[in-house]
Nanobody, 111 residues
Framework: QVQLVESGGGLVQAGGSLRLSCAAS????????VGWYRQAPGKERELVAR???????NYADSVKDRFTISKDNAKNTVYLRMNSLKPEDTAIYYC?????WGQGTQVTVSS
């Protein structure tokens, strides 16, 4: 069973930056689409960014030009660099590798 361990969340002021990490067991990120999703209180989980198997990337319109998704196949780790954070980015962020979800990491952006 694939295990995903997320880290890097926390409390940051608006305009600040964070980098989330998602470490996967095995070599799952090499062969699968990987992505970050988020869920704010009272809202549905939504796609933030993903890297598809062909290497292309997709971003939610709300995070384009602020967030960057990347992965390191040698480290089996997926990253999400978040710059210019806004209070509306506050949510629990989840990593998805193939069909496997991480446990989530809280990101809180204060105004």
């Amino acid at each position: 069973q694939v295990q995903l361990v997320e880290s890097g969340g926390g409390l940051v002021q608006a305009g600040g930056s964070l980098r989330l990490s998602c470490a996967a067991s095995g070599s799952m990120i090499v062969f699968n689409t990987v992505g970050w999703y988020r869920q704010a209180p009272g809202k549905e989980r939504e796609l933030v960014a993903r890297i598809i198997r062909g290497g292309g990337t997709n971003y939610a319109d709300s995070v384009k030009d602020r967030f960057t998704i990347s992965k390191d196949n040698a480290k089996n780790t997926v990253y999400l660099r978040m710059n210019s954070l806004k209070p509306e980015d506050t949510a629990i962020y989840y990593c998805l590798v193939g069909a496997n979800w991480g446990q989530g990491t809280q990101v809180t952006v204060s105004s």
